[in-house]
């Protein structure tokens, strides 16, 4: 892991510890939380709750061939595209 020296504010480093202390949070743990957010960057664990959740939908499905139903559904937009 590589430390950095940064610039910051004074009042925004007061607000930074204020909120690391209230969340029981180091201010690295913060900062890191806070890039991670700006990036988009998921956590691996909300990520592997995404998968959790989608399976549990998807459970019920049944198999199926995903190119029938693309396949469904251009054929479909075709016709509306045509009666236009």
């Not at 892991?1 to 029981?24: C, F, G, N, T, Y």
């Amino acid at each position: 892991m590589a430390k950095v020296l940064i610039s910051v504010p004074d009042e925004l480093l007061e607000r930074i510890d204020r909120e690391a202390q209230r969340r029981h949070h180091s201010r690295s743990a913060f900062l890191q939380e806070a890039a991670r957010q700006q990036l988009g960057w998921t956590e691996p664990e909300a990520i592997d709750a995404a998968v959790k959740r989608a399976r549990a939908a998807l459970a019920g499905a049944g198999a199926f061939e995903s190119a029938d139903l693309i396949r469904a559904d251009r054929e479909g937009r075709d016709v509306r595209d045509r009666r236009r």
